[in-house]
């Protein structure tokens, strides 16, 4: 009872009004009738207990006007700053505790009722909800009034505490859930790491076996390799014709005969590629084996007609295109046409001049080859080891270093492998004979490309030389197969590589890896030759243009007798031929 009361001096004026204004009990009485009939029944009290309710509650009005008229004066600095940082219920709770810590007047006799005080609480529990509590409930409760206008325990509600621990209890779950979601990653880069070694084995092997295989049929004789290089074009025209039927199909095959097939369409694709290879290998053996050919009368016939019997076969093939052309396939069936035949013109024209290739000399097959070869594999080692410039967008894994690198390491080669290779007959004679192997006695007039050469230093140069070196140089001996070798390795390194860039680009049209599988490890076969069929084609070109003899042979002239003159002119030809024979004293056998 004896509880310390704190008020401003201000508020406790305010309580202290003259009693003059008191209203008639006729009119107290109401208004505590109105507030007690939502809570209790009307109790009745003594005069001096309604003359000082009376008088309690003109104070709590005047109370609560100066406590409206002081929440007005400071709300236009503070009311703004507050919702910004705070929740919307503290301003409501901040203002109100000067008013609520007001004390009611010094305390007045306790009411001989005790249900008096009973009845108030119930409406300053209502009236406290809006943040505004009414100094109502403690001047009624006149038995201990103190108790009742305790403010604190509303204010204690106002921190708003509960919002800071959601964000702690979150963060806890959250850190969970990525510490039991990381451990199940490991096994995926391990199964990864797995596979890539098997894939590196099974390329090592296959790789080993190509090497190997090369070699052999290499040793066997020219003709393997151009067997070699016939099963190699086949795998390419089927790889690539194969990725015609990836395409989408059109409008009309979608409405007429969808689920049918075209049966005409691998029929005539293999078609044309015999009717091609029967053209272009015709042309080669008839070209080197004259000699054979038209020394025997049942070839003669194909020898002197190849040409027309290859055009006559190829229109057979295309009258049967027409004939084979349906509604509903009309597209597909033109869009395979003119992917044959474009096929046709990169991979097989391509091998028929690496075949010729072949039969020129295995050098400028084998030597060729090697080059493409060596630039891809330096290719990859400068770009794992200094690469960082991406070359083309088409090989992101291209890089510049390695491209120039690749270029240097194969020049060098070329320069010492062709020194190699080319003392041996086996490899720079061209084909006689298409029975000769490695073992075979092989001789012949070698071209003079790979005949030694001195090349004289000028005296002051050879001077300068024997003054810092103490060696007397005056000639540098030189083949010109060596320059040969430098002009090849420049186009093998330069320009054959964008042969695998344009197979590059053609995976990324049809959105594939591979052309294939022909190759385990490696892909398809065409992956492996993209850049080998335009190298052929520059070395035939560049071998027929440059270093090749042309003269007089044996099955050239035999070929202008047989196709140029008649069975009388033969027959006087070889009688003058004989007569001529035994002139030089030269016996002819019977």
């Given at each position: 009872?004896?509880?310390?009361?704190?008020?401003?001096?201000?508020?406790?004026?305010?309580?202290?009004?003259?009693?003059?204004?008191?209203?008639?009990?006729?009119?107290?009485?109401?208004?505590?009738?109105?507030?007690?009939?939502?809570?209790?029944?009307?109790?009745?009290?003594?005069?001096?207990?309604?003359?000082?309710?009376?008088?309690?509650?003109?104070?709590?009005?005047?109370?609560?006007?100066?406590?409206?008229?002081?929440?007005?004066?400071?709300?236009?600095?503070?009311?703004?700053?507050?919702?910004?940082?705070?929740?919307?219920?503290?301003?409501?709770?901040?203002?109100?505790?000067?008013?609520?810590?007001?004390?009611?007047?010094?305390?007045?006799?306790?009411?001989?009722?005790?249900?008096?005080?009973?009845?108030?609480?119930?409406?300053?529990?209502?009236?406290?909800?809006?943040?505004?509590?009414?100094?109502?409930?403690?001047?009624?409760?006149?038995?201990?009034?103190?108790?009742?206008?305790?403010?604190?325990?509303?204010?204690?509600?106002?921190?708003?505490?509960?919002?800071?621990?959601?964000?702690?209890?979150?963060?806890?779950?959250?850190?969970?859930?990525?510490?039991?979601?990381?451990?199940?990653?490991?096994?995926?880069?391990?199964?990864?790491?797995?596979?890539?070694?098997?894939?590196?084995?099974?390329?090592?092997?296959?790789?080993?076996?190509?090497?190997?295989?090369?070699?052999?049929?290499?040793?066997?004789?020219?003709?393997?390799?151009?067997?070699?290089?016939?099963?190699?074009?086949?795998?390419?025209?089927?790889?690539?014709?194969?990725?015609?039927?990836?395409?989408?199909?059109?409008?009309?095959?979608?409405?007429?005969?969808?689920?049918?097939?075209?049966?005409?369409?691998?029929?005539?694709n293999w078609y044309f590629f015999a009717v091609t290879n029967y053209f272009l290998y015709g042309e080669s053996?008839?070209?080197?084996?004259?000699?054979?050919?038209?020394?025997?009368?049942?070839?003669?016939?194909?020898?002197?007609?190849?040409?027309?019997?290859?055009?006559?076969?190829?229109?057979?093939?295309?009258?049967?295109?027409?004939?084979?052309?349906?509604?509903?396939?009309?597209?597909?069936?033109?869009?395979?046409?003119?992917?044959?035949?474009?096929?046709?013109?990169?991979?097989?024209?391509?091998?028929?001049?690496?075949?010729?290739?072949?039969?020129?000399?295995?050098?400028?097959?084998?030597?060729?080859?090697?080059?493409?070869?060596?630039?891809?594999?330096?290719?990859?080692?400068?770009?794992?080891?200094?690469?960082?410039?991406?070359?083309?967008?088409?090989?992101?894994?291209?890089?510049?270093?390695?491209?120039?690198?690749?270029?240097?390491?194969?020049?060098?080669?070329?320069?010492?492998?062709?020194?190699?290779?080319?003392?041996?007959?086996?490899?720079?004679?061209?084909?006689?004979?298409?029975?000769?192997?490695?073992?075979?006695?092989?001789?012949?007039?070698?071209?003079?490309?790979?005949?030694?050469?001195?090349?004289?230093?000028?005296?002051?140069?050879?001077?300068?030389?024997?003054?810092?070196?103490?060696?007397?140089?005056?000639?540098?001996?030189?083949?010109?197969?060596?320059?040969?070798?430098?002009?090849?390795?420049?186009?093998?390194?330069?320009?054959?590589?964008?042969?695998?860039?344009?197979?590059?680009?053609?995976?990324?049209?049809?959105?594939?890896?591979?052309?294939?599988?022909?190759i385990p490890g490696h892909g398809g076969m065409t992956d492996r030759m993209d850049c080998q069929f335009l190298?052929?084609?520059?070395?035939?070109?560049?071998?027929?243009?440059?270093?090749?003899?042309?003269?007089?042979?044996?099955?050239?002239?035999?070929?202008?007798?047989?196709?140029?003159?008649?069975?009388?002119?033969?027959?006087e030809l070889i009688g003058d031929l004989k007569r001529y024979l035994e002139g030089q004293g030269i016996r002819?056998?019977?």
């Open positions: 009872m004896s509880k310390s009361r704190f008020a401003s001096r201000t508020a406790f004026d305010a309580l202290q009004i003259d009693n003059s204004d008191e209203e008639s009990e006729e009119e107290v009485v109401p208004e505590v009738v109105v507030e007690e009939s939502s809570t209790e029944p009307p109790v009745k009290m003594t005069k001096t207990a309604m003359k000082k309710a009376a008088k309690a509650a003109r104070d709590a009005k005047r109370q609560h006007r100066l406590g409206l008229s002081r929440d007005v004066s400071p709300s236009p600095s503070t009311t703004p700053d507050v919702p910004k940082s705070h929740s919307p219920a503290v301003p409501t709770f901040s203002l109100p505790p000067e008013p609520i810590a007001v004390e009611p007047p010094p305390p007045v006799e306790p009411a001989p009722h005790p249900k008096e005080s009973e009845r108030v609480p119930p409406t300053t529990n209502g009236n406290g909800i809006n943040g505004v509590i009414q100094p109502l409930a403690p001047v009624v409760d006149l038995a201990e009034p103190p108790k009742e206008v305790d403010v604190p325990k509303p204010i204690s509600v106002v921190p708003a505490e509960p919002p800071a621990p959601p964000p702690v209890i979150k963060a806890g779950p959250a850190k969970q859930t990525v510490a039991f979601s990381a451990p199940p990653q490991p096994p995926a880069p391990d199964a990864e790491q797995v596979k890539k070694r098997q894939n590196v084995v099974t390329r090592t092997v296959w790789t080993l076996i190509m090497i190997f295989g090369f070699i052999g049929l290499l040793l066997l004789g020219h003709g393997y390799m151009v067997i070699l290089v016939m099963i190699c074009q086949t795998l390419v025209y089927r790889e690539v014709t194969a990725l015609f039927s990836l395409s989408k199909p059109s409008e009309e095959s979608k409405v007429v005969d969808h689920g049918k097939k075209d049966p005409w369409s691998k029929t005539l053996i008839i070209y080197y084996f004259k000699h054979v050919v038209f020394a025997d009368a049942q070839l003669l016939p194909f020898a002197t007609n190849h040409r027309m019997i290859s055009f006559v076969l190829y229109t057979i093939g295309f009258m049967g295109f027409v004939m084979s052309l349906k509604k509903g396939y009309l597209k597909q069936q033109f869009g395979l046409f003119c992917w044959v035949h474009m096929t046709l013109l990169l991979i097989v024209v391509s091998s028929h001049f690496i075949v010729n290739n072949i039969l020129e000399g295995l050098i400028w097959f084998f030597v060729p080859a090697s080059l493409v070869i060596c630039n891809d594999v330096f290719a990859y080692i400068w770009g794992q080891l200094v690469g960082h410039t991406p070359l083309i967008s088409l090989s992101p894994k291209k890089t510049v270093e390695g491209f120039v690198g690749a270029f240097i390491t194969t020049v060098l080669f070329s320069l010492a492998w062709g020194s190699f290779f080319m003392r041996f007959d086996y490899m720079i004679c061209p084909v006689h004979d298409l029975g000769v192997s490695a073992w075979s006695s092989v001789a012949c007039r070698p071209n003079p490309t790979f005949i030694w050469k001195e090349w004289q230093i000028w005296a002051p140069v050879a001077n300068f030389l024997y003054t810092c070196l103490g060696v007397t140089i005056k000639s540098i001996p030189y083949v010109p197969y060596h320059f040969h070798l430098i002009f090849m390795s420049t186009f093998a390194s330069l320009v054959a590589p964008f042969g695998g860039f344009f197979a590059s680009g053609f995976k990324r049209a049809f959105d594939i890896k591979d052309f294939g599988h022909s190298m052929g084609v520059f070395v035939y070109v560049y071998h027929s243009t440059l270093i090749r003899e042309h003269h007089v042979t044996v099955g050239s002239v035999l070929q202008t007798i047989v196709s140029g003159l008649t069975v009388d002119e033969q027959l002819i056998p019977c």
